[in-house]
């Protein structure tokens, strides 16, 4: 994505709506470039156009997740794809860094099966011909568009896969990886079980706050992928825990 799309998504983040005009002199180019730029995120399903505006695409929360640090989470997502071989079947959850982990898979490689809990996932990524997808059952949670809960146990527990990627909400050494919500953290957890390696694909920031409630501790996780401002504290305690640190 080109930074003119990363600025724009920022200020739509900031200011919820951003009229063709403002945008154009905000980013030097013409109004013609504007809504070139405009449809190409639409396109992506991040904004919404509207008669001489653009909006955030307010559908679900994940959309405006998507849109707050795109460029960094795309750098991530990268890097967490060149873990992945041809052919390989993994798992993957709901968070923002994850969509476009997914989206990157299925624009490079070939043959790779997702087992996802996230129907927005499913979506996202539905025209690439390339991946094969499994949805997971569970009780759907609408906002997140994720189900969760003892159905989607059961159906995770017929799988085993090698590499299991996930994001988080906070980190700290005494809680270990946190999340938001119970009933999604949970299924992690069970997701988790059936994964002979769980990769926490997240943004630095999110070491600087802690969830509501426990993710998975901190032994549990093979390797962080993550961008260089990681507080040099929170780096060097996961790798005492023999946690790999990719930074990007």
Same mark, same amino acid.
């Given at each position: 994505?080109?930074?003119?799309?990363?600025?724009?998504?920022?200020?739509?983040?900031?200011?919820?709506?951003?009229?063709?005009?403002?945008?154009?002199?905000?980013?030097?180019?013409? /109004?013609?470039?504007?809504?070139? @730029?405009?449809?190409?995120?639409?396109?992506?399903?991040?904004?919404?156009?509207?008669?001489?505006?653009?909006?955030?695409?307010?559908?679900?929360?994940?959309?405006?997740?998507? $849109?707050?640090?795109?460029?960094?989470?795309?750098?991530?997502?990268?890097?967490?794809?060149?873990?992945?071989? @041809?052919?390989?079947?993994?798992?993957?959850?709901?968070?923002?860094?994850?969509?476009?982990?997914?989206?990157?898979? $299925?624009?490079?490689?070939?043959?790779?099966?997702?087992?996802?809990?996230?129907?927005?996932? $499913?979506?996202?990524?539905?025209?690439?011909?390339?991946?094969?997808?499994?949805?997971?059952?569970?009780?759907?949670?609408?906002?997140?568009?994720?189900?969760?809960?003892?159905?989607?146990?059961?159906?995770?527990?017929?799988?085993?896969?090698?590499?299991?990627?996930?994001?988080?909400?906070?980190?700290?050494?005494?809680?270990?990886?946190?999340?938001?919500?119970?009933?999604?953290?949970?299924?992690?957890?069970?997701?988790?079980?059936? $994964?002979?390696?769980?990769?926490?694909?997240?943004?630095?920031?999110?070491?600087?706050?802690?969830?509501? =409630?426990?993710?998975?501790?901190?032994? @549990?996780?093979?390797?962080?992928?993550? @961008?260089?401002?990681?507080? /040099?504290?929170?780096?060097?305690?996961?790798?005492?825990?023999?946690?790999?640190?990719?930074? =990007?």
């Amino acid at each position: 994505m080109e930074l003119r799309h990363t600025k724009i998504l920022e200020l739509l983040t900031e200011k919820n709506k951003v009229d063709v005009t403002e945008l154009s002199q905000n980013l030097g180019v013409s /109004q013609v470039t504007i809504r070139k @730029d405009l449809d190409m995120l639409e396109k992506k399903g991040l904004i919404v156009r509207e008669h001489g505006f653009a909006t955030l695409n307010g559908q679900d929360d994940m959309n405006n997740r998507l $849109a707050y640090h795109y460029d960094i989470k795309q750098q991530l997502a990268k890097s967490a794809c060149q873990m992945i071989e @041809d052919g390989e079947t993994i798992m993957i959850e709901s968070g923002s860094c994850c969509v476009l982990l997914a989206q990157e898979i $299925a624009s490079t490689k070939k043959d790779v099966t997702i087992i996802t809990n996230s129907s927005f996932i $499913a979506d996202y990524i539905r025209q690439y011909s390339q991946v094969k997808l499994i949805l997971l059952g569970g009780e759907y949670q609408k906002e997140a568009q994720v189900v969760v809960g003892p159905m989607t146990r059961r159906c995770v527990e017929a799988f085993f896969v090698d590499k299991f990627f996930i994001g988080t909400d906070g980190f700290s050494k005494n809680t270990g990886f946190t999340g938001n919500d119970y009933m999604r953290s949970e299924t992690v957890r069970d997701m988790a079980r059936q $994964a002979a390696h769980v990769i926490v694909v997240t943004e630095s920031s999110k070491f600087q706050q802690v969830g509501l =409630v426990n993710l998975l501790p901190t032994q @549990d996780v093979y390797c962080v992928v993550t @961008d260089g401002m990681i507080p /040099q504290e929170s780096e060097e305690y996961l790798q005492s825990q023999n946690v790999i640190v990719k930074k =990007v």
